[in-house]
């Protein structure tokens, strides 16, 4: 039989071994079998809690891949070589179990099987094994893998300094090497241990990443936290609760369940706050106005900042920031956008960001570079109806950061897209520090200065009480309604 998928063929196991899927393993079930989704550099990242089954759906998917393609070579990284080790052994166990699978390890057979690797029926290259596992820490030359799993690279004994950081990320880089060239694809799986972790690092790179926290819909403060269990089954209210009780601190709550990378001292802006949507904004045009529906969020303003920058090599970044608003004052970080070129090249990004979610007028920061560019971007946007307004931030960054963030991130009012999750803005909102006055922040600050020149409105609640002339509503604004992205 060959006509089967990754997640028929995780149910079948799960069924032969008498246990329940839970919806959520579904979901990694299924972005493992998307072919068409491994990022830029043929990498893909799947960040899960602790206690999901991390191993057992890795075992499962290396156990799969062989069935479906029995010639693949693979290469497994532990922490360490009695983990890798087990690995080989958890994905013999399903080998030989599998109706699926059965065929490519029987007793009898002369195929050799060690501890740290294996060759199963059908294999095609007798100098490189089927599967082979080693710790991350030990010495691998030679041989080639058509896929190197990283599998929990990343635990508090190899993370926890500088020196060990870099010496993880020297022993990655020579794995990679071993890669069949062009073709070669990486898989690293796990959970956050560090703020400085290596998972963001690649993904940075053009991986593509899966985040699978816990629990969704995050409601109150640590150790308090509430919200939507992804495996309610296992993982209860009770449990949640417990678990957060007996954590060592808040950063090992919310790096290894949350999946939020979080340094042993508490941020000054709490990230856990931050709530996250994947829709897209979706404008429709009647009655001579932009009525745009995602959800329950009715928006009526948006705005966009660019924080201009020639080169990022002095450590600055030139980021575009475009935020919604709606009558309750919540804020939509929807996009924080690195351009990059000469001042022209820059000019038609911003162009381009404003077609297409419709600003009516960028604004730009006149401090720098940002003198010479609003007459360039006014030819560019010439006869597109956009306007461009030259704005000076008078306040010091740091202080403009917090009086931007602070209060709406406390009542809970900041959404972000999950395309500003994955961007350098989620590390600069976790990492920001008010006492150092060169972080690289551009992206918060874009996005803070974009908030700032939001109105402030009535809520909605007291305009549908008719206490309000509703003809007060400002002309020309258009209604965006969002939904909370759920992974």
Known sequence: MTDFDFPLYA???????????????????????????????????VLLWRGIGKSTITDLWVAYKLTKNPALRFLIMSADGETAKKST????????RHPFSQHLI??????????????????VDNRNSSVKAKGILSNVT?????????????????????????????????????????????????TYHDPESIYDEVAQNGASKLRVPLITNIKGDYPYMEGDSQWPERFSNQWILEKQLSCHSKSEWLSQYLLIPASTSDSVLDVARIKMYDKEVDFVSANNSYHVTIGEHVIRSVSCFWDPAISSARGDDSVVA?????????????????????????????????LEFNIPIVNIEMNGIGAMLPPMLIK??????????SAFNREAKNDRIIKAFETPLYAGRIHAHASVINSPFFHQIRDFNPSVTKARDDFIDAAASAILREPIRIAASVLAMGSINKAWMSQGTFELEMDELVF
Do not use: M
């Not at 052994?89 to 030989?96: E, M």
């Not at 799993?149 to 020196?163: L, M, Q, R």
């Not at 990059?340 to 990004?349: F, I, L, P, S």
């Open 106 to 123: 029987k007793a009898g057979r002369d195929l050799e099987v060690r501890k740290d690797s294996f060759f199963v029926a059908g294999h």
């Open 142 to 190: 030679g041989g080639r893998a058509d896929y190197i799993i990283f599998d929990d690279i990343e635990v508090p004994k190899n993370s926890g300094t500088a020196h060990k950081r870099e010496e993880l990320r020297r022993r990655v880089s020579e794995a990679n090497n071993l890669l069949v060239p062009e073709v070669g694809r990486r898989l690293f799986i796990g």
């Open 89 to 96: 052994q958890d994905i013999l166990q399903v080998l030989r």
């Open 380 to 389: 560019h946007l010439e006869g597109t109806g956009i306007g461009v307004n």
């Open 11 to 45: 149910a079948v196991w799960y069924h032969q071994s008498g246990w329940e899927i839970p919806e959520v393993h579904f979901k990694i079930f299924e972005y493992l079998e998307d072919e068409e989704n491994w990022g830029k550099n043929k990498t893909k990242i």
């Open 322 to 354: 475009v935020v919604f608003s709606d009558d309750d004052n919540n804020y939509f970080i929807h996009r924080t956008i690195a351009v990059v070129g000469d001042t022209d090249d820059q000019c038609k990004a911003v162009k381009r960001i404003a």
